[in-house]
């Protein structure tokens, strides 16, 4: 599979169990495109790295991944920062450095002119709504969407935008151009706090490109839902270290698996619950392996081969 990732690649301040910090690589596109490279995708990353010490640390392992710098724009602006806080269970909680930092600063020049052709195009989280990065990429995915599957991760993170009805207005442009859309159930609860289940799923599908809602439920597992077929799957049961990146590997894992059983823009509404269900194990598995490991670690394909026996 031939994908271009974008957004985000940020270091994640952790704090450990002795009180220790700790940075490690993230940000939802970053995980995104490791998760893909570990299942066999070609991984183009269009992103901003900063030339300082935490960019170059971003920067080692994206190479040492294999995933192409060829989109890559290195930059002087100060690479951004998620402090990241783990409870008891290890669900994270951020908070954000972000102005003026590199992931977000794009310009229109530093996009390139041509791009090559891609199957599946995932963009998400804060790429979505931070500007002037968010202008220069929604109108790069409309002029080169065509006929990819484009998945967008909406990743909600209410401590950067506030209030829900300015989240929305700032993501409703990207759900027009949408084919699947990620999304958690507390992202849900944030963006459509006065809407019932099936008034939000009408919300989305009023979009007529989306043709497939992906909703995850932690350690309860995830639903797909189309216009037609609704299939819901509890989550494997796995020792937790934390669920840093969970979210965004179940997308990654998800993207591979319907591209690898032929689904594409134009047949996404045409997609049986057999293999909906196919679909939905691997993601789920993928995800669930991801909270076995500290910080983002995601499975490769041999690894969810071998939990699924």
């Not at 704090?15 to 991984?43: E, I, P, Q, R």
């Not at 909703?215 to 494997?236: D, F, K, N």
Request: charged share 20%.
């Amino acid at each position: 599979m031939k994908s271009l990732v974008c957004g985000e690649a940020l270091i994640d301040l952790i704090k450990h169990s002795d009180a220790s910090w700790h940075a490690h690589n993230g940000g939802g596109a970053f995980n995104t495109a490791k998760a893909l490279m570990n299942l066999g995708a070609d991984v183009q990353y269009l992103c901003r790295i900063s030339r300082d010490s935490f960019g170059q640390q971003l920067s080692r392992d994206i190479l040492d991944c294999g995933i192409s710098q060829d989109l890559m724009v290195f930059t002087d602006d100060p690479t951004s920062l998620a402090v990241v806080e783990l409870s008891d269970q290890g669900i994270p909680s951020y908070s954000f450095y972000l102005d003026k930092t590199s992931n977000f600063n794009w310009s229109a020049k530093e996009i390139p002119n041509n791009f090559p052709d891609f199957d599946a195009i995932h963009i998400g989280t804060l790429a979505l709504i931070l500007e002037p990065g968010r202008s220069v990429l929604l109108n790069l995915i409309e002029d080169i969407r065509a006929t990819n599957l484009v998945m967008v991760d909406l990743n909600a993170r209410p401590t950067v935008v506030s209030e829900s009805k300015d989240y929305s207005s700032l993501l409703a442009p990207w759900l027009s151009l949408a084919n699947v859309i990620k999304v958690s159930d507390e992202d849900m609860d944030f963006l459509y706090p006065d809407s019932g289940t099936q008034e939000r799923m009408n919300s989305l599908f009023e979009h007529p490109n989306i043709g497939l809602i992906a909703i995850t439920h932690g350690s309860l597992g995830a639903t797909l839902i189309t216009r037609s077929v609704t299939e819901r799957q509890i989550a494997p049961k796995v020792e937790v270290k934390d669920t840093i990146g969970a979210g965004d590997i179940f997308g990654a894992a998800l993207l591979m698996k319907l591209i690898e059983v032929g689904i594409t823009a134009d047949n996404l509404h045409q997609i049986p619950k057999d293999q909906l269900s196919t679909v939905l194990k691997f993601a789920n598995v993928a995800a669930a392996l991801s909270c076995t490991k500290s910080s983002a670690q995601p499975p490769t394909l041999s690894q969810i081969i071998d939990f699924n026996g």
